[in-house]
């Protein structure tokens, strides 16, 4: 075996245990088995240097150290909240920055993990949406807040379950990084990565049609969808990429999806906004729509809806609505058989409420790479 330098070792956290057994096998032409005890040390002993794997022979190791590494994201910055909800600020390469929030709650513990250093859609009450896209993640930077926040937690997978579910409704449109995002699941569900079960592990989408689809083909996780409001001419305005996939194609591209697999439930998110889309009218747009999924697939409660009330952020011209007006939206579903529940907001003290997670670190980053620029060009006094 030839030794690779050192600048190209493989970051095995991209793998997933196909992956994995592939780089075994072709690469350091060892067996496929070998990737299996790996992937235990990685995942669920979260050991990073092939040293510490004392159940591989002292040349694997070697050939290990010479070809691979494990680079998980670093932790810039971490606060707990009074609630117990958990932030990591997760430093990328260069002056990247994500966030990963775990929200613990009545015996389950649920990571919300980001897919893109900021967002491309533009969806007009998103915190996130205000940065603009910035890059993909990699299946390592997916998979690695995952890692982080199981360390922390010191979770054992099938002994300890800490984390108990994985959401993928952080930072970015999950669909737009497809096959990172699709491999990073696997190694959730993996038993060797964090053995969650299909219905633990959410995508949500803000309804790339053709996506879903191709989801449906290769995964059988839930999916949530965010749908924010009931008919076309105001969805488009709140979530721009309505305008080229409709209310109506989303919502058959859902049944597509339940039906492949087998009469699963799909859960739409509705984040309420005072005096937007949370009148009587728009629930009973949105009960209507419901109905309508449940007859298409001729099952009671295919569709879940989850009630957010919006959380305002700097530069927001959305509000929260009253708790009156929240509870007279959640009772017109009520009434209609739906059981609508709504999302507590969590982690208020620590910013890392739903719709808040902001790469806060980068838009300080971004903010001063501009002040210099201005700088050298003269735009500003050297003592602003
Ligand atoms: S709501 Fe989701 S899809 Fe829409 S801009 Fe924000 S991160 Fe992107």
Avoid at 86 to 96: C, F, Y
Avoid at 189 to 211: E, F, H, I
Avoid at 312 to 322: I, L
């Amino acid at each position: 075996m030839t030794e690779v330098a050192a600048s190209t070792k493989r970051n095995l956290l991209d793998l997933d245990r196909e992956g994995l057994e592939r780089f075994f096998a072709d690469t350091l032409g060892e067996k496929r088995f070998r990737a299996h005890q790996v992937m235990k040390w990685i995942h669920h002993r979260h050991v990073t240097g092939f040293e510490q794997m004392t159940d591989l022979g002292k040349a694997l190791r070697a050939k290990l150290e010479a070809n691979a590494e494990i680079r998980v994201p670093q932790v810039q910055f971490e606060k707990p909240s009074a609630d117990g909800t958990h932030k990591w600020l997760l430093a990328m390469d260069g002056s990247n920055a994500i966030e990963t929030v775990y929200i613990p709650d009545k015996g389950r513990g649920t990571l919300c993990v980001s897919s893109q250093v900021g967002c491309a859609l533009n969806c007009q009450f998103c915190s996130t949406a205000t940065q603009g896209f910035n890059r993909n993640l990699s299946t390592a930077e997916i998979i690695g807040q995952v890692w982080v926040a199981a360390r922390h937690l010191g979770n054992v997978p099938h002994k300890q379950r800490k984390l108990t579910n994985v959401v993928m409704m952080g930072m970015g449109e999950p669909l737009m990084n497809f096959d990172n995002v699709v491999r990073a699941m696997s190694v959730m569900r993996d038993d060797l990565g964090y053995g969650l079960a299909n219905k633990r592990v959410t995508l949500s989408t803000a309804g790339l049609v053709p996506m879903i689809d191709r989801l449906g083909e290769v995964s059988d996780v839930s999916l949530a969808v965010s749908l924010h409001a009931p008919d076309d001419e105001l969805r488009s305005e709140l979530v721009p990429l309505n305008r080229k996939y409709p209310i109506g194609e989303l919502m058959e591209s859902c049944v597509r999806y339940a039906q492949r697999k087998r009469g699963a439930s799909v859960t739409f998110e509705y984040t309420l906004m005072k005096d937007v889309n949370d009148q009587p009218q728009h629930a009973l747009g949105l009960i209507r729509l419901m109905r309508d999924f449940d007859n298409r697939l001729q099952m009671k409660d295919a569709a879940k809806v989850n009630l957010i009330p919006f959380n305002p952020f700097p530069g927001t011209r959305f509000e929260r609505p009253d708790d009156a007006a929240i509870r007279r939206f959640q009772k017109l579903l009520n009434e209609a058989g739906r059981i609508a529940p709504v999302r507590r907001t969590r982690g208020d003290d620590i910013d890392a409420a739903c719709g808040q997670l902001k790469g806060q670190v980068m838009d300080r980053t971004r903010r001063q790479a501009e002040f210099r620029k201005r700088l050298q060009a003269g735009g500003v006094d050297a003592a602003a």
